[in-house]
Nanobody, 121 residues
Framework: VQLQASGGGLVQPGGSLRLSCAASGFTLDYYAIAWFRQAPEKEREWVSCISPADNSTYYEDSVKGRFTISKDNAKNTVSLQMNSLKPEDTAVYYC???????????????WGQGTLVTVSS
């Protein structure tokens, strides 16, 4: 089981980035994939999740309307499109796997390595 996060970088406030989480060793049909983020000196926080069966999506309040999570079953990849980025979105972003969506990181057994997003002018 492996999750590979990519797509981070430096972007100006108001800009956009698209993160990708490539899954291997399992199929996304049966697992939820979530994005978490951790800013310097802060706890890891849940950002968004997509369910395995019906592709229901969930978002933390501060990213609703700005971030969109999606899944490509053919590529076994989950993406997080981030628009209207703010400096407070700066963090290392991680993707993680669970059997169902949960806002607690305890429910996620497999994690990607993280990709850094920096929003700054």
């Amino acid at each position: 089981v492996q999750l590979q996060a990519s797509g981070g970088g430096l972007v100006q406030p108001g800009g956009s980035l698209r993160l990708s989480c490539a899954a291997s060793g399992f199929t996304l049909d049966y697992y939820a994939i979530a994005w978490f983020r951790q800013a310097p000196e802060k706890e890891r926080e849940w950002v968004s999740c997509i369910s395995p069966a019906d592709n229901s999506t969930y978002y933390e309040d501060s990213v609703k309307g700005r971030f969109t999570i999606s899944k490509d079953n053919a590529k076994n990849t989950v993406s997080l499109q981030m628009n209207s980025l703010k400096p407070e979105d700066t963090a290392v972003y991680y993707c993680a796997r669970a059997t169902y969506c949960s806002i607690s990181h305890y429910g996620y057994a497999s994690w990607g390595q993280g990709t850094l997003v920096t929003v700054s002018s």
